[in-house]
């Protein structure tokens, strides 16, 4: 072999070193080209509407048994990106993350480029430090002293929490981890009607059972209700079941509500439960002087999931699990498999952090995170945060004076905004009996026009006897005023019969 080329793997025998490289250029300038800056242009739709049967025809999914040239591996990329929704657009506002940072994306090149596993520092001694480095500035922003305690990045905000229950489990019954739920008291875990659906998947899941999860009501601005968490709790004890877990939420999912953590925090103690605080998304508030308020009485919790891909738009996925106790995750997790931790390494085998997780292999997610704050530093990061505040003022602003738009929550705490459109011909009819059910129709209409025309993207959801309303979610603070007058203006075009 020529020690100059590069060893591209491919089974193949045909193409050569060098039309391997130009493969990867010519690839890299198209996704460059057509997934970066045409996809994140306003004058670009946000995506090209396909139902499933008709991508299934226009897509060349097939596999087959021989090799494909250069040519039509370039065109599928073209494809892929054509019927691909561009969550970095503008106009993507329908979920929790959205935008394209350029320090983030290459930051995911690279480590996709150098693909290491984080679960030795032989393996991966860059990103093993980074991962520390990154852990403790975020668990200084908690408040936890010097940023002591332990964490992890872990494949997304459901799994953060799913360690949460885990920790808290072990901590009140370190046995569990050889014996199992064998033995053990029933155990209840809490949250409000209107936490992320992750706790009851984990709480079934990780054999709690889901029964187990004790629902807690909010109040009208969708905050925990704290005097129904103590009856609750009460409940249980006269249940003889035994309370493991609080989990409080700091930003929910659809209405954006901070729990009241500090009052959570008091009961907690007072009844010796871990706290864990689901800031998946609320959490990027926290590096914003002008907003971390929302979050006080963090410094508290056993536990926080906060997640740089939402608010902080770090690229999909960026999650991660802190805790203030420094060997729960170690202890809970770890099973000393001989063939990566051997204890009799030639370095300080502490920086083998791999075996706190339950994952073996595990990409690094935290080199872009790591790259944008470098990037940006922390004031940047706060600005860009204080700049999606600033939007969704102006936007709330915007639709409280505007004929058509009635606001769910007229004082949004964060940067989600739920909002109904009455189209012209239901304007009046309010008293009318079957007004709900119409007007339930609406933005599942007006979201369906939007998708087929690919002018923007927006969620909407019911929440208990609310009919349909949207939800529009505010982390990509390239966004303008101007943008958010398109918004209004758009739906109210889509929806003006
Ligand atoms: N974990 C995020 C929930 C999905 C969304 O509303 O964007």
Redesign the pocket.
């Known amino acids: 072999a020529d020690e100059k080329t590069p060893a591209i793997c491919d089974f193949r025998s045909a193409p050569n070193a060098a039309e391997h490289e130009q493969f990867v250029r010519d690839a890299v300038g198209l996704m460059l080209k057509q997934a970066v800056f045409r996809a994140t242009d306003r004058r670009s739709p946000v995506l090209n509407w396909k139902s499933p049967e008709q991508l299934q025809a226009a897509f060349d999914f097939k596999l087959n048994h021989s090799a494909t040239t250069h040519g039509h591996l370039l065109q599928l990329i073209e494809d892929t990106i054509e019927h691909s929704v561009k969550t970095g657009h503008p106009y993507f506002i329908n979920?929790?993350f959205s935008s394209v940072d350029p320090y983030g994306l290459i930051g995911q090149w690279l480590t996709d480029a150098l693909n290491p596993s984080v679960y030795t520092f032989e393996v991966a001694p860059v990103m093993t430090i980074m991962e520390e480095t990154v852990l403790t500035e975020m668990r200084k922003f908690l408040g936890y002293p010097d940023g002591k305690g332990d964490g992890i990045f872990c494949p997304g905000?459901s799994i953060a929490n799913g360690y949460a229950i885990n920790c808290a489990r072990y901590h009140a019954f370190p046995e569990v981890k050889t014996k199992g739920m064998h033995g053990l008291p029933r155990l209840v875990v809490y949250t409000s009607v209107d936490a992320?659906y992750s706790i009851k998947k984990l709480c079934a899941f990780e054999g709690i059972g889901s029964d187990n999860l004790y629902l807690i009501n909010t109040d009208a601005k969708g905050k925990m209700d704290v005097a129904h968490l103590r009856r609750q709790i009460q409940k249980t004890l006269e249940e003889n079941a035994v309370p493991i877990m609080v989990s409080a939420t700091a930003g929910t999912?659809v209405l954006g509500a901070f729990d009241p953590i500090e009052e959570i925090a008091r009961v907690c103690q007072e009844y010796g439960i871990w706290l864990h605080v689901d800031a998946?998304w609320g959490g990027g508030a926290l590096v914003s002087k002008k907003h971390r308020h929302l979050l006080t009485g963090i410094h508290r919790a056993d536990s926080v999931t906060w997640n740089p891909h939402k608010m902080l738009t770090a690229p999909q996925q960026c999650s991660t699990f802190l805790t203030k106790h420094e060997h729960v995750l170690t202890d809970s997790n770890s099973s000393c498999a001989q063939y990566l931790f051997q204890k009799d390494k030639f370095y300080d085998t502490s920086y083998d952090t791999g075996d706190k997780h339950i994952q073996c292999g595990r990409r690094a997610d935290v080199f872009k995170f790591w790259f944008m704050w470098k990037a940006k530093g922390t004031d940047g990061l706060e600005a860009h945060v204080n700049e999606n505040f600033d939007n969704a003022k102006y936007f709330t602003q915007k639709i409280r004076n505007r004929v058509g738009f009635e606001l769910v929550l007229d004082e949004p705490e964060y940067t989600n905004i739920t909002f109904w459109y009455v189209p012209p011909s239901l304007r009046g009819r309010q008293n009318e009996p079957d007004f709900k059910n119409k007007l339930h129709k609406v933005a599942p209409k007006i979201k369906e026009r939007m998708m087929k025309e690919g002018t923007m993207m927006i969620?909407y959801q019911p929440v208990n006897d609310l009919p349909n309303f949207f939800r529009l979610v505010l982390q990509n603070s390239s966004l303008t005023t101007a943008d958010m007058d398109y918004f209004v203006d758009e739906i109210e075009r889509l929806g003006s019969d």
């Open positions: 979920q929790l905000g992320h999912t998946a969620t």
